[in-house]
């Protein structure tokens, strides 16, 4: 049997298992709330899991090594940046949002809960992030597109078109028919399968290579400042090099905006609920972060030292690790573990574009649809996104990281100030979120067009401090004390201080 034939195996018994479970919460599912939110019954582990795997996507397991290869260890700062804010997010964000949710008219979308939480006078607001929505996630849908259509290309030399279509049409069939709770439940299995592989592969190839003093030595013989995360100091200069640094390690200001790993706070049974769940997604990611870099780190040695071998992709490399170490049907599980990075986050995307489609855009036409008409129209919006996303994918040029950081910035600036705000200050205030969204929307579509300016800053630095100084000062002026506004204020902090929260 060929190497292929059992990798293949491997693919298929995956495949299998994600439909099964896209079944098994298609049977589950009966009404729209439930395809949206799966009626808020997340456990811990289900909500971290799925939350972490919905973020990571192809980045972890193929953007990220990519660049650590290229560049070595200084461009853990993202990774860094990230493990920082994700623990913000959950610390600060999660048991806020979920008390939050519930208390604003049972919210179940980030445009709804923003609209409801401010009251009169919000609905351009509604109408503007379900927008924004649609429009970043495009880019962030094609970015888990153009990794599926890498993937196979370089594990099974299927043209490029056919592997994205064969991963858009799996992870579309899944996510169409099992909604919030398939996305969620095949996130946590693919979470775990991410994780075994980014333990496996670094610890079998440092043992081939003869220990971890080979391998070091051969990674510094290759590139001397390949282990150095200070590396570019002395050449860049200490102010530009904390510039650079700086703008690496903002990744993490994105948490707080990203409307479908939030959706999982949404989702938790209860606000205290929101400690273990950190706790689990913090251990989760440091291990996967260092699982990804070190592989990098070692194929920096092992393709230097082996001058017959060659990698054309950077991004491919964790790929081409698993199988030069491994078993083919063990390589064929690890492959499988990058497709769970790329469907994970596509399916989770997939739903909250479907749920701004439907619940923020068409229902404000006034129209009154039955349950099984919107559960109908939910899965039909999934479809749309799903065909937008391959259309952009046709362009297998696009490089992973740069879609997903465009896309990434796009949210974390758009939503993250009007989330922080609107959990921990009462007198936001419509007019202003509005203000501030589209300032910080335009500001990081602008800045990141324009290479001068996003060479040197990421553009989720720029987009995030606009839309927070421009939601404020507006606020500011146009705020009128509201009962409502503040009776679901109070409300909210209540269940937080009550004792069964904590």
Same mark, same amino acid.
């Given at each position: 049997?060929?190497?292929?034939?059992?990798?293949?195996?491997?693919?298929?018994?995956?495949?299998?298992? *994600?439909l099964?479970?896209?079944?098994?919460?298609?049977?589950?599912?009966?009404?729209?709330?439930?395809?949206?939110?799966?009626?808020?019954?997340?456990?811990?582990?289900?909500?971290?899991?799925?939350?972490?795997?919905?973020?990571?996507?192809?980045?972890?397991?193929m953007?990220?090594p990519?660049?650590?290869?290229?560049?070595?260890?200084?461009?853990?700062?993202?990774?860094?940046?990230?493990?920082?804010?994700?623990?913000?997010?959950?610390?600060?964000?999660?048991?806020?949002?979920?008390?939050?949710?519930?208390?604003a008219?049972?919210s179940?979308?980030?445009?709804s809960f $923003?609209?409801?939480?401010?009251?009169?006078?919000?609905?351009?607001?509604?109408?503007?992030?379900?927008?924004?929505?649609?429009?970043?996630?495009?880019?962030?849908?094609?970015?888990?597109m153009?990794?599926?259509?890498?993937?196979?290309?370089?594990?099974?030399?299927?043209?490029?078109?056919?592997?994205m279509?064969?991963?858009?049409?799996?992870?579309l069939?899944y996510?169409?028919?099992?909604?919030f709770?398939?996305a969620?439940?095949?996130?946590?299995?693919?979470?775990?399968?991410?994780?075994?592989?980014?333990?496996?592969?670094?610890?079998?190839?440092?043992?081939?290579?003869?220990?971890?003093?080979?391998?070091?030595?051969?990674?510094?013989?290759?590139?001397?400042d390949?282990?150095?995360?200070?590396?570019?100091?002395?050449?860049?200069?200490?102010?530009l090099?904390i510039?650079?640094?700086?703008?690496?390690?903002a990744?993490?200001?994105?948490?707080?905006?990203q409307? %479908?790993?939030?959706?999982?706070? *949404?989702?938790?049974?209860s606000?205290?609920?929101?400690?273990?769940?950190?706790?689990?997604?913090t251990?989760?990611?440091?291990v996967?972060?260092?699982?990804?870099?070190?592989?990098?780190?070692?194929?920096?040695?092992?393709?230097g030292?082996?001058?017959?071998?060659t990698?054309e992709?950077?991004?491919?490399?964790?790929?081409?690790?698993?199988?030069?170490?491994? %078993?083919? $049907?063990?390589?064929?599980?690890?492959?499988?573990?990058?497709l769970?990075?790329?469907?994970?986050t596509?399916?989770?995307?997939l739903?909250?574009c479907?749920?701004a489609l439907?619940?923020? $855009?068409?229902?404000?036409?006034?129209?009154i649809?039955?349950?099984?008409?919107?559960?109908?129209l939910?899965?039909?919006?999934?479809?749309?996104?799903?065909?937008?996303?391959?259309?952009l994918?046709?362009?297998k040029?696009?490089?992973?990281?740069? $879609?997903?950081a465009?896309?990434?910035?796009?949210?974390?600036?758009?939503?993250?100030p009007?989330?922080?705000?609107?959990?921990?200050?009462?007198?936001?205030?419509?007019?202003?979120?509005?203000?501030?969204?589209?300032?910080?929307?335009?500001?990081?579509?602008?800045?990141?067009?324009?290479?001068?300016?996003?060479?040197?800053?990421?553009?989720?630095?720029?987009?995030?401090i606009?839309?927070?100084?421009?939601?404020?000062?507006?606020?500011?002026a146009?705020?009128?004390?509201?009962?409502?506004v503040?009776?679901?204020?109070?409300? *909210?902090?209540?269940?937080?201080?009550?004792?069964?929260?904590?």
């Open positions: 049997m060929t190497d292929h034939s059992y990798q293949l195996i491997a693919i298929t018994i995956y495949f299998a298992v *994600m099964s479970i896209g079944w098994y919460a298609y049977r589950k599912t009966k009404s729209f709330d439930g395809y949206m939110l799966a009626e808020r019954g997340l456990s811990p582990a289900v909500a971290a899991l799925s939350a972490n795997a919905a973020d990571m996507s192809a980045w972890l397991l953007g990220l990519g660049a650590i290869y290229l560049s070595g260890l200084v461009e853990a700062w993202i990774a860094i940046g990230l493990t920082i804010g994700a623990w913000l997010n959950w610390k600060f964000v999660a048991p806020r949002l979920r008390a939050y949710s519930e208390i008219q049972d179940i979308t980030i445009p $923003l609209s409801n939480r401010l009251g009169e006078g919000s609905r351009p607001l509604r109408i503007a992030a379900a927008i924004v929505i649609l429009a970043f996630f495009t880019f962030y849908v094609s970015s888990g153009v990794a599926a259509g890498k993937f196979f290309e370089a594990s099974f030399g299927l043209p490029y078109l056919a592997g279509l064969i991963v858009a049409a799996i992870t069939a996510t169409a028919f099992g909604g709770l398939g969620t439940l095949t996130d946590v299995a693919q979470g775990l399968l991410m994780l075994a592989a980014l333990l496996f592969v670094p610890i079998v190839a440092v043992v081939e290579l003869g220990g971890l003093s080979a391998a070091t030595q051969a990674i510094t013989s290759i590139n001397p390949a282990l150095n995360l200070f590396a570019g100091w002395n050449e860049k200069g200490p102010i090099w510039i650079g640094i700086i703008s690496t390690a990744w993490g200001l994105g948490y707080f905006g409307p %479908h790993i939030i959706v999982r706070f *949404m989702a938790l049974r606000p205290r609920e929101a400690v273990v769940a950190r706790r689990i997604s251990l989760w990611m440091v996967t972060a260092v699982g990804a870099m070190f592989t990098a780190l070692i194929a920096i040695g092992y393709f030292t082996n001058t017959n071998l990698l992709d950077p991004e491919t490399v964790f790929l081409a690790m698993s199988r030069v170490f491994l %078993h083919p $049907l063990v390589a064929g599980f690890v492959l499988a573990a990058v769970a990075s790329i469907m994970s596509m399916s989770s995307q739903v909250v479907s749920s439907i619940e923020d $855009l068409l229902a404000l036409t006034g129209r649809w039955s349950p099984a008409r919107k559960l109908m939910g899965r039909v919006g999934v479809l749309i996104i799903a065909l937008i996303g391959v259309m994918a046709l362009d040029d696009n490089a992973i990281l740069g $879609l997903v465009f896309a990434w910035a796009g949210f974390g600036a758009s939503f993250g009007l989330i922080l705000l609107s959990l921990y200050w009462r007198k936001l205030t419509p007019t202003g979120a509005f203000a501030g969204l589209i300032a910080g929307a335009i500001t990081t579509y602008v800045w990141g067009t324009v290479d001068v300016l996003s060479n040197a800053m990421y553009e989720i630095v720029p987009g995030f606009t839309n927070l100084a421009v939601a404020v000062v507006v606020s500011r146009t705020y009128r004390a509201s009962a409502g503040d009776a679901q204020f109070d409300a *909210m902090e209540r269940v937080l201080k009550a004792p069964d929260a904590q």
